[in-house]
């Protein structure tokens, strides 16, 4: 049962009232009679000291008090709500994105999901098969095809929000799967979007009452003469146009605050500059209120200007030296071969040798290896055309092919991996050893076309980012729920990650580092890197994507915005009971007048 308008309730205060009309004393006139004998009742109630009087047993004051509480349960729009055409079988779904945690339902639009879920559950008919799943960024499967209804509902209770969009594509794919292996199943979706699922018809619960948001969906800055100039993107997600506090910390400080003007579904791009150049980190911060206040926050790490010392060790290669010398924060040193030792640099590129001894400070790049200690290298092969794999040293080079006039015959050793092959010889291979990171290519450049292509730059200016990053820097932009990799220091024997909540995180050994998914908190997060005589403490920054952007690009549309698939909304059927208990209350009132009109006093 439910009402339509709850504050009609306040109308049984009258009951009360009623019940005190027939317990106050009457009043009479006093008359001159014969007699005082057929009076005896009356003189008793006269000679009371109280004003009250017994409560007697009457019809018309249970029919009046009656009629009352009809009257009192129509005001307040009373109804009976039943479950229609339960299923033997349902999937429920509950969207737990960041668009879950608004406010304008209190206490969030997920906590009223949840809740609605699980009385959901309780009204399905006993044996009824249930499979929840929760759907974000990915889709999870909490439970299976259960019977258990105290289990469902344990696994409702353990959806936890999220700060990510929903990946509208991986939601449908697995709930599709679900219904595949239990056709006769029904769909129910708990969420503020009513997403599709192919051609299924979906139950819909829609928790969505407000849209006045804005977010942070932007923050970056730049690094010119003695100062830091930043920017920050803002979208109005909501359907009105909006007036919002802006403010800009740094390394946690108040430095400025704006107000800013944001038409309605619009973005806005709001720049600060004369930052002072010994800020580490940056926040931006909406300070107007807002039904989600998640996403109010850009976080940015300002990068280290320390350049990255490289090694290149040759006879001579102008092509290497060319491009190392074009990457912006590169401080290049070329030595001729014959040193022993080699120390103080982050990269070291041998090109035609192999160190007897490799440097314990900084990884390594070795092109046309020499036959040496560390691997096999047998003699040359023609080797044709070839292509780029996946590794991150071919970012951004998708359609780079070139040719390979000869390379050398490799053995891949235990400690690497094969990053290109030809017939089975590798070409490109890649492996540590004592937390040195080695890159070998074993072919000679200049009995390649590589460096003649456009392309070859980048590859260079991908070694450098691979294999010298800035002291353990994640060269990747976080997003909540992204995986860091960190590309620790050769000489690191500890590291750790200091969480934006204060958690410390070990994370070596083992080294190399294992990828950190633990990154659901947006923030300022610290790289805590442990060697034999010092610690070095570098950030990266994690911040909640654009949801509206990230949900747009998914790949799967909505059943509103497609026009099929998709019944809304879902609720409990009501029957509402105004009318008839109206009728009631007139019938009673009527047969009370009839009463009163004809009673007999004999």
């Not at 109280?50 to 009656?66: A, C």
């Not at 590798?426 to 074993?442: A, C, V, Y």
């Not at 995986?483 to 690191?492: K, V």
């Amino acid at each position: 049962m439910s009402f339509a308008t709850p504050y009609g309730l306040i109308g049984l205060l009258a009951i009360p009232l009623i019940i005190l009309l027939y317990i106050l004393k009457q009043k009479r006139e006093k008359v001159t009679v014969s007699s005082l004998i057929l009076w005896s009742k009356v003189l008793s109630d006269m000679q009371a000291s109280t004003p009250w009087q017994k409560l007697q047993k009457n019809l018309l004051l249970f029919l009046q008090v009656t009629a009352a509480i009809l009257i009192v349960l129509a005001l307040a729009g009373f109804s009976l709500q039943f479950q229609p055409n339960a299923s033997s079988a349902v999937i429920v779904v509950i969207d737990n994105s960041l668009s879950m945690a608004s406010t304008d339902i209190k206490p969030t639009r997920l906590d009223a999901a949840k809740k609605d879920a699980i009385k959901f559950i309780d009204d399905l008919h006993e044996n009824s098969r249930v499979t929840v799943v929760s759907i974000g960024r990915e889709a999870n499967v909490l439970i299976y095809s259960s019977t258990s209804k105290d289990e469902a509902k344990k696994s409702i209770e353990s959806i936890r929000k999220t700060t990510g969009y929903v990946d509208a594509a991986k939601a449908e794919e697995l709930v599709l799967s679900l219904k595949n292996q239990d056709p006769d199943s029904q769909i129910v979706l708990f969420s503020d979007t009513p997403y599709r699922f192919g051609n299924e018809p979906v139950q819909f619960s829609e928790y969505k009452k407000q849209d006045n948001n804005v977010a942070v969906t932007g923050f970056t800055h730049t690094i010119a003469a003695d100062n830091i100039t930043a920017m920050s993107i803002l979208r109005n997600q909501g359907s009105s146009d909006v007036e919002i506090a802006v403010s800009l910390y740094g390394d946690e400080n108040f430095l400025d605050s704006q107000w800013i003007a944001i038409p309605a579904n619009q973005a806005k791009t709001v720049w600060w500059d004369k930052i002072p150049d010994n800020i580490k980190t940056l926040r931006v911060s909406i300070e107007t209120e807002d039904i989600l206040p998640d996403d109010n926050h850009g976080y940015e790490v300002v990068l280290s200007e320390e350049a990255v010392k490289v090694l290149l060790v040759s006879d001579g290669n102008i092509f290497l030296e060319k491009a190392l010398s074009l990457i912006e924060g590169v401080e290049l040193v070329r030595t001729s071969p014959g040193e022993q030792i080699y120390r103080g640099y982050d990269l070291y590129i041998f090109d035609g040798l192999v160190p007897e001894k490799l440097p314990g400070d900084g990884n390594i790049a070795i092109f046309a290896p020499l036959p040496n200690n560390l691997f096999p290298v047998g003699d040359w092969m023609d080797t044709p055309g070839v292509n780029p794999s996946d590794h991150a040293i071919f970012k951004y080079l998708d359609k780079l092919s070139f040719s390979i006039g000869r390379t050398r015959i490799l053995e891949k050793p235990e400690w690497a991996e094969v990053l290109m092959e030809y017939n089975g010889n590798p070409i490109i291979m890649e492996g540590i050893i004592n937390s040195t990171r080695i890159l070998i290519f074993g072919f000679d450049l200049f009995e390649t076309d590589l460096p003649l292509r456009t392309e070859f730059p980048i590859l260079i200016s991908n070694i450098v980012n691979e294999y010298a990053p800035l002291r353990g820097t994640v060269v990747e932009r976080l997003f909540t729920g992204d995986t860091a990799q960190f590309r620790l220091n050769p000489d690191t024997v500890k590291a750790y990650v200091n969480t934006p909540g204060g958690r410390h995180v070990p994370v070596a050994p083992p080294v190399p580092a294992e990828p950190f998914i633990d990154t659901e908190e947006p923030g300022i997060y610290g790289l805590e890197q442990v060697n034999d005589s010092s610690r070095i403490i570098t950030y990266f920054d994690v911040n909640i994507p654009d949801e509206w952007l990230m949900e747009k690009n998914s790949g799967s549309g909505t059943g509103v915005d497609a026009g099929y698939g998709t019944r809304v909304p879902f609720k409990k059927q009501a029957f509402k009971l105004t009318l008839p208990l109206l009728i009631l209350a007139m019938v009673i009132l009527v047969f009370e007048w009839w009463y009163y009109a004809n009673r007999s006093y004999a």
